[in-house]
């Protein structure tokens, strides 16, 4: 018969295990056993040289109804933004920031194509837009509306939307009225996307809050109805473009209700392309306070909410980017979320694109990608010119007092029930307390099914501002995507890139002629022996940014390009054999 | 007598049985029950689990580790019940980094394993769930965190949880622990308001959350680590809320508190002063002990 110990000894054998599990806690505290990638040699810097460049912009939050004062830092949080366009056509992508307070200029910063930047913003008329009648300005996106070659302008605010039509590349007319987008929508965020594929630009426009006036509030309950489903936020509305040969020039018309696409989910950013390859334009919604929304669209007719596997997760979506996350030749969608160690673990979401054969995106977001802090804007861009994608990932929400933070009070309210949140004027007040601030931006190095690693410091990320637009563009042409961060209070940052000298790259200008001049939407897809990479021309992307509208893709050390595909907007596929490489390549879509 | 009535009075007499086998019904499988109720809703209608591996996972390790410990230490495999209910407890409760497995595997096995290391006089001191998830936030605050907002800020859910709540507490006899800590929360937090000069609302506010509906109705009320005698419980619960409340106000006043006292004061108010009146309590009863009749609480949730 076998011998049992004494009790005194059998506790303490458990007691060895039971200490050992604890102990073992600690130890994954500090993160993976084992790392998951090798970063010690990124292949790329990024240098602060927004000084050297002439960029001064900082920006400035906006300031509210004083009924809403005890939690106005966090009401007013957002509003800086970044989006890139060559608007004079000279060849040299320019930049435009958005301010938010009264009486604060936009910025428009020329590109004089040797390193420097001009502002110009007043002398174009696109700087003072941040008026009392009017609204603040939350971001703009660049887009070709009337195809006459020139780049026009979309500012959204908490406010009224304002549309400029550029008139020669050297100056800007508002045309908002005469186009019938004269809406006060309280919008973080806006995309052009030829939804219809009649070749003219469409514009999906975000709501946030509902369409209150913030400065002058007749109620304080303009807050969420849930911390994870709520419905209750601004209507996202869906302009189609009538085109420019009516009286009085181009139209739009709202065909929110007619095309399904009227969200109230308090929708921070949204993103556009072909998920699931029926060839017409879908959008993506990444919504503040619940799941991330999908809609596709049938045939140009409808859109028709879909779930995509989205709907099992409740977060706080903050932006969405797309890039091909592992070169599959399809364009993922990376989500950022918050989380604050301690209080909350929303995760980021990286979800693998299986809308053809499945349906659905799966999120793959594990280890550093998925924690970046309270992350903004996020980009996809090529650094290191090696072929797989980076991910540049703004953080941070508020920095004030670095000794008191809100997390404590937020948590006494976001679990509750919503009647003890909805009114702004039940929140705890917010003092001068920071909300998950001095957070750094995150640099995720792809290496592939290895992991991402975060390698910001390595590579000499390591301001601490409030992040949150992010954009990339190849600034002096030179076959390096630099990054461009605005940041909310804050000075705007610029980071040049310099990549391994030994990569090849290629960077591709499309123009459309059946499709939208801009070629937004227009989809590429390079083959160069095993690298197989898809990339968008997007019309907004992330928080509140634009991309730079040329195609950059890194090749490592492959000394050409078998071919390219391009999928345009109007339904054109073109095929072109062995571009050369180390320069940018300007495609004109085919007539036929 | 006609059908009629013999019908109603067969009626009459099933019901009397089967509510006295309702009575005779061992507590955990109603606390199992309303566990499961509450897993269900979350996930049906919230999609809270966060995956399923995690509910499987936890599970496992829980009723695997309540197995073999159980049979090392009494030679014999006991009801794994608490086991479940541990299981799903942390299931909801443990909100990891990343979508890590790992702290749900470790707060499994702690939650199970601190029955069997933590003893005083052949009784548990600390709730499993309570322990777990207390040392997860203390070893481990930066992977994991606790259930923050969940249930959708949704009053009908909260409604549903509370009545169902309300009833199996009252059936299990701990009733009286649940409407004490509630009480003294509101009342004890309302002070605590006025005293910084805070609004009452946003202090008052967390007790209508899911974290706290799985506080009253698993943690606090277990029957296996309450004191005896309800007198004594009603005085315990009021220390847990004041506790609570001190470490609230330590947290208002910035004091250097390890952040999980901030994120969840309920529990480590629990894992404080719960484990020493249970202590202080079995040392009470240490000379009825001798004869073996220690006083059983009623019934024993984990």
């Not at chain 2, 208002?252 to 002063?273: E, I, K, M, R």
């Amino acid at each position: 018969m076998l011998h049992r110990p004494a009790p005194a000894v059998r506790q303490t054998i458990i007691a060895v295990p039971f200490l050992a599990a604890i102990l073992l806690a600690m130890r994954l505290d500090r993160g993976p056993m084992r790392r998951v990638a090798d970063a010690a040699h990124p292949g790329f810097v990024l240098r602060d040289e927004t000084a050297a460049a002439g960029i001064d912009f900082v920006h400035h939050r906006p300031t509210f109804d004083p009924k809403i004062a005890s939690i106005e830092p966090h009401v007013a949080a957002l509003g800086a933004s970044v989006s890139v366009a060559d608007f004079d056509g000279d060849g040299w992508p320019d930049l435009y920031f958005t301010n938010s307070r009264f009486g604060e200029p936009n910025a428009l910063y020329r590109n004089r194509g040797n390193g420097t930047f001009e502002e110009i913003a007043a002398s174009v008329g696109l700087a003072d837009l941040n008026r009392p009648a009017d609204g603040a300005s939350m971001g703009a996106v660049w887009g070709d509306f009337d195809n006459d070659g020139d780049e026009d302008l979309l500012v959204y605010r908490y406010g009224y939307l304002a549309l400029f039509k550029n008139l020669d590349g050297h100056s800007f007319e508002e045309v908002t009225f005469k186009a019938g987008l004269r809406r006060w929508m309280n919008s973080n965020g806006a995309i052009w996307l030829d939804y219809d594929r009649d070749g003219l630009l469409d514009l999906y426009v975000t709501a946030y809050f509902r369409d209150v006036d913030l400065w002058h509030l007749a109620t304080t309950k303009i807050m969420h109805n849930s911390f994870e489903f709520a419905t209750n936020g601004g209507k996202n509305l869906l302009f189609r473009n009538l085109g420019g040969t009516r009286p009085g020039g181009t139209r739009f018309e709202d065909v929110t209700d007619r095309m399904g696409v009227g969200s109230t989910r308090w929708t921070l950013a949204a993103a556009s392309a072909d998920f699931n390859g029926d060839g017409w334009p879908d959008v993506y919604l990444a919504n503040d306070y619940g799941p991330e929304e999908l809609y596709l669209n049938d045939n140009g007719r409808r859109f028709v909410l879909t779930t995509a596997g989205l709907e099992s997760e409740s977060k706080s979506g903050m932006s969405v980017t797309l890039g091909d996350a592992f070169n599959r030749g399809r364009l993922d969608a990376f989500v950022t979320n918050i989380s604050e160690r301690g209080y909350l673990f929303q995760n980021n979401n990286l979800r693998l694109n299986q809308m053809p054969e499945a349906s659905r995106f799966r999120n793959v977001a594990e280890g550093e990608i998925a924690d970046a802090g309270w992350a903004w804007g996020a980009q996809f861009g090529d650094f290191n010119n090696d072929g797989a994608n980076e991910l540049f990932v703004a953080n941070g929400f508020i920095s004030a007092d670095r000794e008191k933070s809100y997390w404590y009070s937020m948590s006494k309210i976001a679990g509750a029930n919503a009647r003890f949140f909805e009114d702004a004027a039940t929140w705890p007040p917010f003092g001068n307390a920071s909300l998950s601030g001095y957070e750094r931006s995150r640099v995720y190095f792809n290496r592939g099914v290895a992991g991402w690693a975060d390698v910001a410091r390595k590579v000499g990320v390591t301001d601490e501002y409030d992040g949150r637009a992010v954009a990339l563009a190849d600034l002096s042409n030179r076959g390096a995507v630099d990054v461009i961060v605005a940041n909310q209070n804050q000075p705007a940052m610029l980071y040049r890139a310099y990549p391994d000298t030994t990569n090849h790259w290629i960077a591709f200008t499309l123009v459309g002629t059946r499709s939208n001049r801009s070629a937004i939407g227009a989809e590429v897809v390079l083959e160069a022996g095993n690298l197989t990479q898809r990339r968008i021309v997007d019309g907004g992307s992330g928080f509140a940014s634009q991309n730079d509208r040329r195609l950059h893709f890194g090749l490592g050390a492959r000394e050409w390009v078998d071919r390219i595909v391009i999928h345009w907007p109007s339904g054109t596929r073109q095929v072109l054999p062995r571009p050369p490489i180390d320069r940018f390549v300007t495609i004109l879509e085919p007539e036929r | 007598m006609s059908g009629a009535a013999r019908t109603t009075g067969a009626e009459r007499s099933a019901l009397a049985r089967a509510l006295q086998r309702g009575s005779e019904l061992d507590p955990r499988y109603l606390i199992a029950f309303l566990i499961t109720l509450v897993l269900v809703a979350a996930q049906f209608r919230y999609h809270m689990v966060g995956g399923y591996d995690r509910l499987v996972l936890s599970l496992a390790v829980c009723t695997a580790s309540e197995a073999l410990l159980s049979w090392f230490d009494r030679g014999k495999v006991v009801n794994l019940l608490s086991a479940y209910i541990s299981g799903v407890s942390l299931t909801l409760l443990i909100k990891p980094q990343g979508g890590a497995l790992w702290p749900f595997a470790l707060g499994g096995f702690l939650a199970i394993s601190s029955k069997y290391a933590l003893r005083y006089r052949d009784n548990h001191l600390w709730n499993p769930t309570n322990f777990a998830i207390s040392a997860l936030l203390l070893a481990a605050p930066d992977r994991v965190s606790v259930l923050s907002h969940q249930f959708g800020n949704d009053l009908t859910t909260n409604l549903v949880i509370w009545v169902f709540g309300l009833i199996i507490v009252a059936r299990v006899g701990v009733l009286h622990i649940t409407l004490t800590y509630v009480a003294s929360f509101l009342v004890l937090n309302s002070v605590r308001a006025g005293a910084l000069g805070q609004p009452v609302l946003p202090e008052i506010a967390p007790i209508t959350g899911p974290m706290y509906q799985l506080f009253v109705f698993f943690m606090i009320t277990d029957p296996r680590t309450i004191v005896s005698g309800r007198r004594r419980q009603i005085v315990v619960a009021i220390l847990i809320a004041l506790m609570e409340t001190l470490i609230r106000f330590a947290s208002d006043n910035g004091w250097p508190l390890p952040t999980g006292f901030s994120a969840a004061p309920a529990f480590f108010a629990l894992a404080t002063v719960g484990p020493m009146a249970k202590w202080l309590d079995l040392r009470r009863l240490r000379p009825a002990s001798a004869s073996g009749a220690i006083p059983r609480t009623p019934g024993g949730s984990e």
